[in-house]
């Protein structure tokens, strides 16, 4: 082949292919205009991604849906810490996790009532126990079954307690503890409780709602305890609710760290009264959530965050150092 | 191991407030033992009030007044946890009237500061300590600021109380004092008994008793005599 040829057939090629060429400019702009909205509608596929499936973000407080991989099942944070300088700690706890049910039970006992510590752990421990044998058992709840069975549960503790103190011979009124059982099923959130403290859950929207109103006498710092049930007051001391949604995760405490974590005295809007919202903060419980959240994608061993957790309800804020009153805080979130 | 502890911001709950303004002579008569001792027992209360979670820590909002050759406002009221409190040292001569006025001024300040933020609070307290007597060109002062602090007694604007530390002129004191709350004189360098009375009580007008009540109830010997009332 000649170099003229070549030269000819180029610049015929060329030329046949300037029309093409034309149409290339066309299909190229084209190109850029697709590539534009691909550009766009990843940005917007991230977007949603994110919305779906973000990553926590520990410093806020909004507790992202997805924030927990759904494999990982329900992770929780719990502790029980003694209050300032004091010598021993009277709060008991359990936390039963078991496949999608997570039930956190938070006993407080009477500061001035000498067997008040064996008392909060008795119950706990029969409480957690119980509950577990229900779950294990397939039970059904219902806002009817709830009312029945968290009210028998509840007498069913106060008894055995008696029964145990009378075999020891102990006077069974020095075990006063207050309790409450936060229950999270796959499609409901239940509370039981007889006495202070709080507890709440983390609706659809993201916020965190009380589960209870604490029981308040007309003295500061008086509440009410197990020891008090029998049938005639279960309906009165037993209070219940029961709210058929899939909660993301739940909390519940004894009155030692609720200053920190919850508001509980304020003006009502007149400004005239000082009143108890009895409302939890998304601050707080949405920052530690998302912490939790965090260290799970981390793997975080459970030990090392119970560990955590009790040094953050040691010392973690001013208010809960300083607090002299025991500290229980059981937080848990659902993958 | 995984050691990221973990961080929440805490609520803040309302609690009705009770400021008390504390005017200290930190004029030169005060150095040595005085000065420490006072130091020692302004330290402790404040430890005290910060352990005290339920009453004390929520709602005694302390200030700190010095006063010798000038007046310093050395702490804005404020609850103990947020108090940073630095030793106070010595300098100079008494500008007692001064200082006992700046106390006023203070809590005066703060009141008008919890009725625009619409906070109920407690009458505030004026504690002042000192050893000595007033600067020359201050004594001519001494009778408008008894009218004043009589005023302030009456209307029920706040309390006022004197202590006199080993040399101080009681006389003066006595001047200034309102018979509703008489001075008292220091036992020794108790500076650490007289706070720890000082908590007590304010812990339990804090709590709704009256002052009164909550004085008599907490009186001891323990720092000086046991108060009139």
Redesign the interface.
Known sequence: MSRDKIQFNLGGMLWSLMPKCQGCVRRQGEIKKLEAQVKELESKVEELNLLLNPLPIPGQAVVPIGAVPSEAGWVHLKASVAGFRKPILQDAHDLVIEGDNAVLIVCDGAGSLKHSKAGAEFVVKHLGAKFLELIKAGEVFTSETWTVRARTLFLQAAEALKSKTQADRQNFGDFGCTCIVVFAGPDFVACAHVGDGRAGYLDASGHWLALMTPHKGALANSTVFMTMLEPASLEQLVRLKFIPTRTRAVVALSDGPEDACWLVSTFNPSGQKVIDPNEPSNEFLGKIANQLAAATAKNVSQDALDKLWQTFLTEGTPKLKAQVDDKTLLLALRG | ???????????Q????KCCVALVLDTSSSMAGDSIDQLNFGIQSFLKEI?????NL??KLELGIITFDTAVTRVSEPKLA?FTNFKPLTVNGTTMMVDGVREGIKMVGQRKEWYKST???YFRPWVIMITDGDPDSDQQGELPKLSAEIRAGMDEEDFWFMAIGVSGAKMATLELISHEKMEPRKLSGLKFSEFFRWLSSTIADVA?GQNVSDAMKKNSDDAWDGGFKI
Do not use: C, I, L, W
């Open positions: 191991m995984y050691e990221k502890p973990f961080e929440a911001e805490e609520v709950n309302y609690s009705q910060r352990s005290d979670t339920a820590g929520q946890e619409g906070q109920m709590k």
